[in-house]
């Protein structure tokens, strides 16, 4: 089974700056997906940023980009520019190619941001 | 916008009771998902769906069976619920094929079971 590790559990950063969360994952995969995604306090879990293993070029959304190292099996996501709204639960997602879409996700991180 | 409604968003039941949570989706979608959230432990998949009627274990099945009558959706039953299946129940729908892969999530039902 694929495994999926958000080693920080509760993050904090202050409005404006610039946020690293951290994912490493475990396959022996080559064509896989990996996914960043959103849960609001209270609200529903949507999806911030994915990334297809074959594409070198790493993933950016707006404000939101990830550092894919293949290699080291590590998937961080940045957030440049905090704002109050990213204050949310982030998950970390695997999915191996045709698979059914199953997922495996991380514990999961919490980012507080700080006015 | 594909939109995951599920029937309750809190629900409070007692230990022995059947407990059906209710999923449906408007977006065609051939998957269907059943997970857990709990604190530390991130989502877990109990159970899932790749067409109607047609179903796959996930990683903590017990003490749950499902239903998919119809590809809108999908239902997630505990036949005799217990106060360790208080949890956040979450439901999700993707495509299938070449391509496809994002997963779209209902909001939740936070179930408690006394």
């Known amino acids: 089974a694929q495994t999926v590790t958000q080693s920080q559990p509760e993050m904090s950063v202050q409005e404006a700056e610039t946020v690293t969360l951290s994912c490493t994952y475990d396959?022996?995969?080559?064509?896989?997906?990996l996914f960043w995604y959103k849960q609001p306090p209270s609200r529903q879990m949507i999806l911030v940023i994915r990334?297809?293993?074959?594409?070198?070029q790493n993933a950016t959304e707006n404000r939101f980009s990830v550092n894919f190292q293949k290699a080291a099996k590590s998937f961080s996501l940045k957030i440049s520019d905090s704002q109050l709204g990213d204050t949310a639960m982030y998950f970390c997602?695997?999915?191996?190619?045709?698979?059914?879409?199953?997922?495996?996700f991380g514990s999961g991180t919490k980012l507080n941001v700080k006015p | 916008d594909v939109k995951v409604t599920q029937s309750s968003r809190y629900l409070v039941k007692r230990t022995g009771e059947k407990v059906f949570l209710e999923c449906v989706q408007d977006?065609?979608?051939?998957?269907m998902f059943w997970y857990r959230q709990d604190p530390g432990l991130g989502l877990r998949l109990i159970y899932f769906?790749?067409?109607?009627?047609?179903?796959e274990k996930g990683d903590i099945p017990e003490g749950y069976s499902v239903s998919r009558e119809k590809k809108e959706r999908f239902s997630l039953i505990l036949e005799s619920a217990s106060t360790n299946q208080t949890s956040m129940y979450l439901c999700?729908?993707?495509?299938?094929?070449?391509?496809?892969?994002?997963?779209?999530f209902g909001p939740g039902t936070r179930l408690t079971v006394l």
């Open positions: 997602a695997f999915m191996k190619h045709a698979n059914f879409n199953k997922f495996y």
């Open positions: 990334q297809e293993a074959y594409k070198q």
């Open positions: 999700a729908s993707s495509l299938e094929g070449e391509g496809a892969d994002t997963q779209y």
């Open positions: 977006m065609d979608h051939e998957n």
């Open positions: 769906s790749y067409d109607v009627k047609m179903k």
């Open positions: 396959t022996s995969e080559s064509n896989y997906y």
